[in-house]
């Protein structure tokens, strides 16, 4: 294929990093900037400002569609929407880059010995997490973590399939995240030297990810009833894959659970150990997609449900991910709050943990009431000089926590058990991780007793590595899954009003101290 003339060339250099993109003139950014930690959190329909960049030099004109989210002051003072611009011309660009923390695992694990090498694959929607592992050993000899590429295309999973039922929009995404789990893979070789061969590789993810990597139609999930075309275990060639890995492994995608379940959660309980216990226990991945799981080893209950990014900071007005730059805890004391930031620089937005711990600190210091509105005296909260947050955050925030809540209520009814009765309640997920228990209390997300909830990491890619090395766990789950029974919260009458219940936050004083 020939070159581009020089001419066809447009430079776009990127600041504060230094790096200069030499693109084809008419590039859309939206293409290019993902990498370099633009965001794009409604998946490029120009919804949000999620994917800002400012023009330094050059020019770029704004289209008529960033009229209507961008104000004409931050027009003129040069920002643009990047999902909305084309390389047109030789410009500078302010971005910020992220430097996110991705959630791996390094839990020791009970295993039985094997031979040779293996690979366990956490598919997020977001991020990616991999490890290779000696599966005589079961050590873990490199680890690779990085973006989901897919994430260009939207933030969240209804975005996501959203951009897969456009023309070209699934073989896109599904060449997207072949090509990146495979890049990871290629560095875990090369960090562990190549001269032995993989004889497994394992993956698990959500749903979509499972559709998207498999190839599997996309289009049932778009609509009711929510159910996969197929939710069993997939298996590849990696050849196929387009992978060179030595051995030529085969490629086990894990089974999902029903609806929006994935196989992250089936790896989940298999990591608590929920289904091997006599006591009645719940794993809660709290996401854009919250997943719950209730029961013990004779039966258990699961669900998901659309709590929107508000945990992942989007479609809040300042929010961002959990990367520098982001507000990620909020603390009061005597009378006073205070901001921690991550990366020890200014703050220029606020992840999804300090929007659960701003909401708790504003209930505490009377700023937030308990409806959620704002006090008499409060139009929005200043948490930073260039953060500020607003009442359709606050909002925001209410229905992603009641979706959790009123899920879990509604579990609870099925299973016929109250609160007190689970002794167990494990949190997944990069969230959970990182919530702090007692906001998260504060506002209802987690009506439980302190001592019960144990945030536990990537439960996702333990899962996978426990798979990857027991034997045992390597058929269709068959057995497991039939213990375990979906519940479609969209086909049950009682779900509404449970959520609308669990709009308000907790009067003071009301909520259990956890």
Known sequence: MPEKPASDLVHIRLHPQGTTLHVPRGTPLQEILFEYGVEFPCGGHGRCKGCRVRILSGDAPWTPGEEEVLSPAELADGWRLACR??????????????????LADHSSFEFRPGEGLGIAVDLGTTTLAAQLLDLAT???LAVRTGLNPQAAYGGDVMSRIQYALSPGGQPRLEKLIRSGIGDLILGLLEAAGRGREIGDVVIVGNTVMHHLFCG????????????????GLEIRESGALGWNIPGRPPVRFLPCLGGFVGSDILAGIIASGMHESMELAALIDLGTNGEIVLGN????????????????????????????????????????????????????????????DAVAAGLKLGVIQPSGRFAPHVQQWHLAT?????????????????????????????????????????????????????????????????????????????????????SDLTDDFADLRRRIRHVPLAADPLFEDSFVDCMSFPEPGAQNEI
């Not at 599997?216 to 939710?231: K, Q, S, T």
């Open 216 to 231: 599997i139609d996309i289009a049932p999930l778009a609509h009711y009833p929510f159910e996969p075309a197929r939710d």
């Open 85 to 102: 611009s084309r390389a047109s011309g030789d410009v500078t660009l302010e971005i910020r880059q992220w430097e996110a923390a991705i």
């Open 138 to 140: 079961g050590d873990v």
């Open 386 to 470: 260039d953060v500020t947050l607003y009442q359709g955050d606050i909002r925001e925030l209410q229905l992603a926590k009641a979706a959790i809540a009123a899920a879990t209520h509604l579990l609870l009814l099925r299973w016929q058990a109250e609160r007190g009765d689970v002794r167990h309640v494990y949190l997944a997920g990069a969230f959970g991780n990182y919530v702090d228990r007692a906001s998260a209390g504060r506002i209802g997300l987690l009506d439980f007793p302190f001592h019960i909830v144990e945030p536990s990491g990537n439960t996702a890619l333990l899962g996978a590595k426990m798979v990857l090395c027991n």
């Open 297 to 356: 080893r004779e039966r258990m209950l699961c669900a998901s449900t659309a709590a929107g990014p508000a945990f992942e900071g989007a479609r809040i007005r300042m929010g961002m991910q959990a990367t520098t730059g982001a507000i990620s805890a909020v603390e009061v004391s005597d009378g006073n709050f205070h901001c921690r930031v991550l990366g020890g620089v200014p703050a220029r937005g606020i992840c999804g943990s300090g929007v659960v």
